[in-house]
């Protein structure tokens, strides 16, 4: 197994501010609010509040009339120094949410993917592991991650961890629905397809009340 990190960092970017920088990287851009002008390598995309863009090259940044708020995943190798934080652009700030270590299997081909999964009032994903590992952040509502023997409940903006292979439990409030948005790596062979198999094979024919929207993915080449 090979050592990266997954890092997720929120970036607030003030309206109309000069072109943003930021080197190449694998990378996921979920714009929370506001909309963004992406430039890359051989073209540029615009994006507004609940859409994502995944690619490696690198970027200018172009916030429109009402700023954009994002939120920005970077898997860097373990050795990697640079804390990633948006520099020299006095109208914009960069918050490291977390930086996640991951384990990753060299001899296997890698996707990206960013997604969004909603849940009803008291929603629940019954134990359950995933083909690889993600980070995922609270967008509305509350979650609570029950794994390895430990409990934590996440709001709004809070982001964890999730192994993969490490059985988790997931209930979320019954006071509202839930939303979090995910970034992960998968075999590219998941391309397209759900990554998530249940522990209980009784859980396995339950009702299963989340709905999931993928934003994008894009197959990744390892260090």
């Known amino acids: 197994m090979k050592h990266y990190q997954l890092r997720l960092y929120e970036d607030v970017i003030a309206p109309n501010h000069p072109p943003v920088y930021l080197p190449s990287a694998r990378r996921a851009l979920y714009v929370v609010n506001g909309d963004v002008t992406i430039e890359f390598g051989d073209g540029a995309q615009h994006q507004r509040a609940d859409g994502a863009w995944l690619g490696e090259d690198d970027l200018a940044l172009l916030a429109g009339a009402e700023g954009v708020t994002l939120w920005r995943w970077e898997l860097v190798s373990g050795e990697a120094a640079s804390a990633g934080e948006i520099s020299s652009a006095p109208g914009a700030r960069s918050t490291l949410k977390i930086d996640a270590p991951v384990e990753l299997e060299p001899r296997q081909r890698w996707l990206m993917r960013c997604d969004k999964v909603q849940f009803p009032p008291g ?12 980070v995922r952040c609270t967008l509305e509502g509350e979650i609570t991650i029950e794994t390895l023997g430990d409990s934590h409940t996440h709001g709004p903006g809070s982001a964890w961890l999730e192994l993969g292979h490490a059985p988790v439990l997931a209930p979320t409030t019954e006071a509202r629905a839930t939303t979090f948005i995910r970034c992960f790596i998968l075999p590219r062979a998941c391309r397209g397809r759900s990554s998530i198999r249940y522990v209980q094979p009784e859980d396995a024919g339950k009702n299963k009340p989340q709905r999931y929207h993928v934003f994008g993915e894009r197959f990744i080449t390892l260090d």
Request: no cysteine; glycine share 24%.
């Open 123 to 134: 929603g629940v994903a019954h134990t359950h592991v995933h083909q690889g590992p993600g």
